[in-house]
């Protein structure tokens, strides 16, 4: 069972950063892709970024290339959201999500294991 817990949520003003972490265990994080969504309110849940499990591939939404960057540490079992440019329609609670097989993928039904979330609030 791969248990999933975010941090580094907050509230922060139009412009600034947040890095969001999700550490993982009770699996073989080194294996597994890790992706990051988000649902703001009164939203589906949409998908953010994608890191494969080595790495090497990454996978962003449109609304957030160039200003979000996803990175892991597999020593650390820790992915992380490295978030620029806040804006306010970034608002939301963010998950990480795990996919242990295949590729990574942007559709949530690819992800087997999610965090219970991390809630990010970008003031105007």
């Known amino acids: 069972q791969v248990q999933l817990v975010e941090s580094g949520g907050g509230l922060v003003q139009a412009g600034g950063s947040l890095r969001l972490s999700c550490a993982a265990s009770g699996g073989t994080f080194s294996m597994y892709n890790m992706a990051w969504f988000r649902q703001a309110p009164g939203k589906e849940r949409e998908f953010v970024a994608a890191i494969s499990w080595s790495g090497d591939s990454t996978d962003y939404a449109d609304s957030v290339k160039g200003r979000f960057t996803i990175s892991r540490d597999n020593a650390k079992n820790t992915v992380y959201l490295r978030m620029n440019s806040l804006k306010p329609e970034d608002t939301a609670v963010y998950y990480c999500?795990?996919?242990?097989?295949?590729?990574?993928?942007?559709?949530?039904?690819?992800?087997?294991?999610w965090g219970q979330g991390t809630q990010v609030t970008v003031s105007s």
């Open positions: 999500a795990v996919r242990a097989l295949g590729s990574i993928r942007v559709g949530e039904k690819a992800y087997g294991y």
